[in-house]
């Protein structure tokens, strides 16, 4: 038997650094080759990793929630003297160099980890800090100036351990838990929806606008398409006719379909609309994507949420379908409530919250009537969105959503 060590590859998108969201194997478990490994959770995604070989674990380095360094050590596993020595190095530049690679592939502008100095104090030195995106983000947001901290990593990387220890000061020893709580850690895609809604709320300043929608012709024609489907085939919900219904509006308003580049001082906007579909799942709030809603029929886009929302709920979502949205829809079906306002999905500069649809007393043309009202609740970033801009496209929205008939027609009359 021989010694493998595995280390953590280059997981895409100029990652430096992934946390340990779930172990598959535990020490002394036999594992196969492309067996799953082990669940990281990057700054995008949760990505599972396979053993790249077959054989015994020996060590895993790290447990959940910890921090791995891309090019550092995974897990040790013992496997056959037929394996190739040289194999036990699963990323050879990353091994070699595993700072120096990482900062190498981070693109420019955004914010990753500058290139790798001979120590920590001459990276202080010359203002150049080596660590990751999220260490840098938890600086920010604690007011934490990163070149004062000594890297206790490799060269002089800064660790989230040192953060943690610059923020928490002489905090002292940690209270024993008291009687009848439970604690729970902080760990994964719940650590992440912590960190991205605080920095969402700290850095953007949210206008909201809400609108009630009369949806009862919405509600017949969603009847009647629903009477025609073949059985066994999913029900249309709204999410479809407001998702299409938002794409056609999108042009009129292209300062609401647009993300906010910090580093570069730049709002880029967008002429195809991707739809992030805000969506509950076990492991907490995901928002897988439906890219290009503007080349798509109603059925096609209803099949499309609706695939995209089951891979996020099952954890076979891959990275790419949680990125790259350009207007969030959220929507809490029959536990809507009446208003919401909801927190923006950064960086993007809207987002549209769907409440519950409910019978209201309403009068039309002078008389009562029973009508089906939703109301919508759009959060918009003050920065980029004026409160006019904001309100005419809810406003055009709600139109829209009032006589259907439009949501299928191209261009104007």
């Not at 002089?156 to 439970?182: H, W």
């Not at 029900?235 to 906010?260: D, G, S, W």
Request: with cysteine.
């Amino acid at each position: 038997m021989s010694e493998y060590i595995f280390k953590l590859p280059d997981l895409g998108e100029g990652t430096v650094e992934a946390e340990i969201a779930a172990w598959h194997v535990a020490e002394g478990a036999h594992i196969t080759e492309d067996d799953p490994l082990v669940d990281m959770m990057t700054d995008k995604a949760s990505v599972e990793v396979a053993s790249p070989v077959t054989g015994i674990i020996k060590t895993l380095h790290g447990e959940a929630g910890a921090s791995v360094a891309v090019g550092a050590p995974l897990v040790t596993l013992e496997v056959g003297l037929e394996v190739d020595d040289s194999a036990a190095e699963s990323t050879p530049e990353a091994a070699a160099a595993p700072e120096e690679s990482a900062a190498a592939s981070a693109p420019e502008p955004a914010p990753v980890a500058a290139a790798a100095a001979p120590d920590a104090g001459v990276a202080a030195a010359s203002g150049k800090v080596l660590t990751s995106p999220s260490i840098r983000r938890m600086a920010r947001e604690a007011g934490i100036d990163l070149t004062q901290i000594a890297g206790s990593g490799p060269k002089g990387r800064i660790l989230r351990s040192d953060l943690e220890a610059a923020i928490n000061g002489d905090a002292g020893p940690v209270a024993a838990p008291e009687p009848g709580t439970e604690e729970i850690k902080i760990i994964g895609v719940r650590r992440l929806i912590a960190q991205r809604m605080t920095s969402s709320k700290r850095n953007i300043p949210h206008y909201s606008y809400v609108e009630e929608v009369d949806i009862t012709a919405l509600e017949a024609l969603r009847k009647h398409l629903n009477g025609k489907l073949a059985q066994g085939q999913p029900k249309l919900t709204y999410l479809p006719f407001i998702v299409m219904a938002l794409t056609r509006v999108m042009p009129e308003f292209p300062q609401c379909n647009a993300l906010h580049d910090a580093e570069r001082e730049t709002v880029v906007r967008y002429r195809a609309v991707h739809a992030g579909i805000a969506t509950q799942t076990p492991q907490g709030l995901k928002v897988p994507v439906v890219r290009d809603t503007q080349t798509m029929n109603l059925g096609q886009l209803a099949d499309a949420i609706r695939r995209v929302a089951d891979r996020a709920r099952d954890g076979s979502a891959g990275r790419n379908e949680l990125t790259g949205s350009t207007i969030t829809v959220t929507s809490l079906g029959k536990l809507g409530g009446i208003v919401t306002t909801p927190v923006i999905n950064e960086p993007e500069v809207s987002i549209i919250g769907v409440n519950k649809a409910v019978e209201r007393p309403m009068v039309v043309n002078g008389n009562i009537e029973v009508r089906l009202m939703m109301n919508l609740s759009g959060s918009f970033d003050h920065r980029f969105v004026d409160g006019f801009d904001a309100a005419a496209m809810i406003q055009s929205l709600k139109e829209h959503l009032e006589q259907p008939a439009t949501i299928f027609m191209e261009g104007h009359l």
